[in-house]
Structures are given as C-alpha cells and as structure tokens.
C-alpha cells in the first residue's frame, strides 16, 4: 500500500519562504509521476507543479518562485517555496501517480501572512 506522507509546512511572513517535503513509502517511486497540489478554503484543488523522471512543470502563478525536486534515494519529493505571498495559503497536497493508481497524502498547511 503506497502512503505519501507530506512536511514541512506552517506559517510565514509574506516574502518568506518554505521547503515542503513528500516521502513515499510502498511504491516505485523513481518512475513516478509526483505533483504538488494545493486547495484554499473555498477553492477547488489545483495543480502547483510535477515532476517526472527527466522533466518539470509549474503553474504560471509559481513560475519562478517555487522549484520542485526529487531525491530518490530518499523517497523524497521537494517544494521549495521563495516569495511566498498571502495568496498561496493553502493546504498543500502531494499525488502520485503509477500507472493507473494514485494516490494522496494527508497534506499540510502553508499559511502566508501578509
């Protein structure tokens, strides 16, 4: 059974910054799709940014703020989060994607204070 487990979240000051982490355990892991999702009250959940095996992609609204990385070595999926405005509170989810299966994580709150 694959469990994501997500850290790394809390409260900043506007133009702080973050470093999210997601940790797999029961998967594949290194042939992965992983992606970072977030969800603010209110909102429906949308796509931060993905990482594969050889590429990345953003949401234009974190385009040259936020860099995903992976250490497969470790299991281990990274969101580090510069500039971080209030607009990007949210609770930050991780998914990944092996074949036809995915699956969540709990996620973790980011909240940016302005």
């Known amino acids: 059974q694959v469990q994501l487990v997500e850290s790394g979240g809390g409260l900043v000051q506007a133009g702080g910054s973050l470093r999210l982490s997601c940790t797999a355990s029961?998967?594949?892991?290194?042939?992965?799709?992983i992606g970072w999702y977030r969800q603010a009250p209110g909102k429906e959940r949308e796509l931060v940014a993905s990482?594969?095996?050889?590429?990345?992609n953003y949401a234009d609204f974190v385009k040259g703020r936020f860099t995903i990385s992976r250490d497969n070595s470790r299991n281990t999926v990274y969101l580090q989060m510069n500039s971080l405005e209030p607009e990007d509170t949210a609770v930050y989810y991780c998914?990944?994607?092996?074949?036809?299966?995915?699956?969540w994580g709990q996620g973790t709150q980011v909240t940016v204070s302005s």
């Open positions: 998914k990944e994607i092996q074949g036809l299966r995915i699956s």
């Open positions: 029961g998967s594949t892991f290194r042939n992965n799709v």
């Open positions: 990482i594969t095996s050889i590429k990345t």
